[in-house]
Each structure stands twice: as C-alpha cells, then as structure tokens.
C-alpha cells in the first residue's frame, strides 16, 4: 500500500470521530431549535414569514465564511466571561463550528415541519377536536405523527448540508474530515483530497440511509423500523466517536498553523522538538491569518510562526517601514505591551510577499522592478493567493506603484503556481522561500520603493507560556538557525509534483541540515 494511502488511514479515526461529533452535534441542536420554531410558525401566520426568511437568510451566507464569522464574536464573548466571571471558554474550534452548522441546518427541517404540519388534513384536525383532545394532545397524538415523513425529508437534507459543511470547520480550528482536504490542496497531495471527499460522501451517504429507514417508518406506521433505524444511528455513532475516548490527557502544548506547506513543516519542527522533551502536542493547522493571531493572543494555541511583516502591517496597522531590524525591534516590544504576546526571535530567513513571473515572459516584456510592472500592467493579468488582495500589503504596493491589470483573481497558492505556468496569470504574488521560484525558473521583480516590509520569520508565544521554561529551552535552538535556503529546498519537497516529502519528513530532513 502506498505511504500516503496509510499516512490517511492512520489519520482517519481521529478526523471522523471529530467530524461525526461535530455532525451530530449541530443536527441534534438545529433538530430541538428548528422544531419548536416550525410549531409556532404553522399557528401563527404573523410570524411564519420572519421565521422562514431567517433561516433562509442564513443559507445565502457562504457556509466557511459563517464559520468564520463565529469565531470573532466568541471570542468577545469569551473576554468578556472572563472580565466579569474570572473565566473564559475556549473561541477557537468546535463551539464557533457547532454555531454556525446549527444555523446551517435549520433551514430545510424548518420548512419541512412547517409544510408538514399545515399539510395535516383539517378533517383530521376536526375529528381530533370533536373526541375531545387538547391542542398539546393533538399537536403530539396527531398532527406531528402524521407530518413526521415529512420533516424526516428535512432532517435527510439538513444532515447531507452538515456533514458537507463540517469539512469547511478545519480553518476555525476544528478537526475533521476538511483537514484532508485543506492540507492536501496545499501540498498537492490528491490521495488526502480523494480520502477526504470520500470519506465525507461515505459519511452523508449512510447517514442519509439510516435516517431514511426512519422516515419509511414513520410513513408506515411501523415502529419496528423507527427503532432499527434510531439504533442503527446510535450505533454507528458510537462506533465513530470510540477513538475520542482513548485520547487520555490533553495535550500541554498545542502548536498553531496556517494554511500553507512551509507553516505545516514549521508546525512539525516545534512540534517534534516539545516531543522530545516528552510533552504532549496537538496541532492546529490551516488557522487563517488573523485568526492564528487571535487565538494565540488569547491562548487558544501556545505557539506559532508568523511574519513580520504581516504582523507590522495587520495587527499593528503600519504602512511604513523603517527596515528589517527596527520593524523587529518594534513588534517584539509592542505585541508584548499590548497583547502579552512574546517575540522569541527570528528562525533566520525571510519569506516576503515578491511578485514573480515565468522567466521568459519578463525577458519578452523587459520587466524587471515594480516600475516596469506597472508599465506593462495594463495588458497583464495578475494571480494572488487568497488573503493578498485584501491585505495592506497590496494596498501600499498599489498606492507606490499604480497598477492598473488587465484583470485580477485570487487562487489557493497551488494553483496560483499552476495559473502562472499554465498562462492564466502572467505574474503573481509569490513567496521569497517558495521553493517553487527556484524549480520553475521564476523571475523575483525588485522593489525599488520598499513599498513591501520584511517578512522574518518569527516564533510567537501566547501569553500563557511566556514563562514557560521546558518551551523557550526546547525552541530557542532554532532561532538563527533556519537558513532561506534550506527553508526552499523544504518546502520543495512537500510541494514538488513526484518524491513528496509529507511534512513531518521534511521538518527532520531540515533539522539534519542544521
């Protein structure tokens, strides 16, 4: 069996118990929420239209951006616990994960059981009536009996919707079946993004099954069914959730992430490191940038990599640069005095933001600087990764340089480098440690204004670990130790299309060349 094959089915207990909890979870939550709602909705027309148009309000909000959304509101939520109460909870994973699928789910069991309910044959209401029943007892004996093969089409439909949605809960920090998905796009490793989307299909697949055993019986009056098809479920997720219970204690460091392979091989050098010292370490991969920041300000994550010029330019929102060590000097001061956060020091290398193109395209149009690019921009088309554009960053370089593309797109950094070569895009907004600049023969163009800050790498520490002896003796051996080159060829071969590295592998191959 090939090892990327294992690597996955090593890894697929842990994803699908976390997937099917969360699942469940939000299903179970929309299920209590939505039925109540759709009972008041079939009594009262008043309040049928705001109810419905909520719910699918909801639906028209992409489904990872309502994830993400939840994050920042809890976390609010969770100072503010913590100013009055003395206690927060935890903002990062499965509660913004759990919100937001909840709301997800609600539309089409609201529908359904409002549909369903309406759809009960006033005859029958009126024979209810006339034996002399109370409203609970006709709501419960009668009109929710015979509307239940209805709603069950809803709770089908909604479970499909979650079970989908919940692979999208891997950037708010939640494990699941998306941690596949994420982490294989980036690294081209099709074998996690096959297992991944296998996986979730297999999941809604059965799931849709055993809850349309239920709705057959429910349709025919057949308890035996209902039964089997409830114990069924209830099974399979125990069956599920098993490996849950054997994880023991909790990790004592959990290792942050962002969504690209060199944060990954990063994540997998400290990580490793604490290993040794026999701590406990969970990883939470593929953060997005501000919420990486976030959570280790409010210890969500205990460390990670960042930039310092992402840090200079979102999280202090400076648009100057006064060069490389006073911007150094300054993050490392101001995180401390603002957040608590620590700086511990650079790794060694630098990856900035440098805007790239094949060879012999900027040979053909003399582009050679930012200058030159902006001359020619007009009857170019520019590729981004998925944050470039909405950053400072791009706003300083547009406002220093004026360009004006031809047209403009954002892509998942892997297919920003497939676009480039490919010709959909004639130069793109690479990264200086890419080891991909270097394979594929691109051409770095300068930047004669400095409109672009540094980009040291840098090892963040949450508050909670400042003081944290076995953390900062385990990590202060790799600062100044990462060199840019050995930083490329790791990253090349996490990334490169045959004899990928995974990387953990390319971590200890970096750590062999210190």
């Known amino acids: 069996m090939s090892p990327r094959v294992t690597h996955a089915f090593e ?167 998306g941690n596949y998905i994420f982490a294989g796009l980036q690294t081209e490793n099709w074998v996690f993004v096959l297992f991944g989307c296998a996986a979730s299909a297999i999941l809604a697949m059965v799931a849709d099954q055993l809850l349309g055993l239920i709705e057959t019986g429910a349709a025919r009056r057949s308890r035996g069914l209902v039964v089997a098809g409830l ?101 490392t001061s101001e995180l401390k005095a603002r957040d608590g956060v620590v700086v511990l020091g650079s790794l060694g290398f630098e990856n900035a933001y440098a805007f790239a193109m094949r060879s012999d395209r900027a040979r053909e149009l003399g582009v050679t600087s930012l200058t030159d690019l902006a001359r020619q921009a007009p009857q170019l088309n520019f590729g981004s990764d998925l944050e470039f554009l909405s950053r400072p960053e791009w706003k300083a370089v547009n406002s220093a340089y004026g360009f004006h593309f031809r047209s403009e797109r954002s892509f998942q950094p892997t297919f920003m480098y497939r676009a480039l070569a490919g010709g959909e895009a004639d130069v793109i907004s690479a990264f200086s440690s890419d080891g991909r600049i270097s394979a594929d023969n691109l051409v770095v163009l300068s930047d004669p204004k400095g409109a672009l800050p540094p980009y040291d790498a840098v090892i963040l520490i949450s508050p909670q670990r400042a003081g944290d002896q076995r953390l900062l003796s385990a990590l202060r051996p790799l600062l100044g130790a990462v060199s840019v080159e050995a930083m490329r060829a790791a990253n090349y071969s996490v990334d490169r299309d045959r004899d990928k590295l995974t990387p953990a592998e390319a971590a200890r191959a970096l750590v062999n060349e210190q």
């Open 11 to 177: 890894l697929l207990p842990d994803y699908l118990a976390w997937h099917v909890v969360l699942s469940a979870s939000a299903l179970l939550l929309g299920l209590a929420i939505s039925l109540p709602l759709a009972i008041v909705a079939s009594r009262s027309p008043r309040l049928r239209w705001p109810v419905l148009a909520f719910a699918g309000l909801i639906q028209t909000i992409p489904s990872l951006a309502l994830l993400a959304l939840f994050y920042p509101l809890l976390l609010g939520l969770s100072a503010a616990s913590h100013a009055v109460f003395g206690k927060g909870f935890s903002a990062l994973g499965f509660l913004p994960s759990l919100l937001a699928l909840t709301l997800y789910s609600m539309l089409p069991i609201l529908r359904t059981a409002t549909t369903g309910i309406l759809g009960v044959d006033p005859a029958v209401k009126e024979a209810a009536d006339g034996v002399g029943m109370t409203p609970r007892q006709r709501l419960f004996q009668v009109e929710l009996p015979l509307a239940m093969p209805v709603i069950m089409a809803g709770v089908r439909t909604a479970a499909v919707w979650t079970i989908g949605a919940a692979t999208l809960s891997t950037p708010v920090g939640q494990t699941s079946l």
């Open 231 to 331: 114990a069924l479920l209830a099974a399979g997720t125990l069956v599920a959730v098993a490996p849950l219970a054997a994880i023991g204690k909790p990790a004592s460091y959990v290792v942050g992430a962002k969504n690209f392979s060199e944060q990954y091989i990063l994540a997998e050098l400290m990580a490793e490191r604490l290993e040794r010292t026999g701590a406990r370490v969970s990883r939470k991969e593929d953060l997005g940038s501000a919420v990486a920041y976030r959570a280790l300000a409010a210890g969500e994550i205990d460390i990670y990599v960042d930039y310092t010029g992402t840090l200079w330019t979102n999280v202090l929102k400076r648009n100057d640069n006064p060069g490389r060590e006073a911007v150094l000097d300054e993050l």
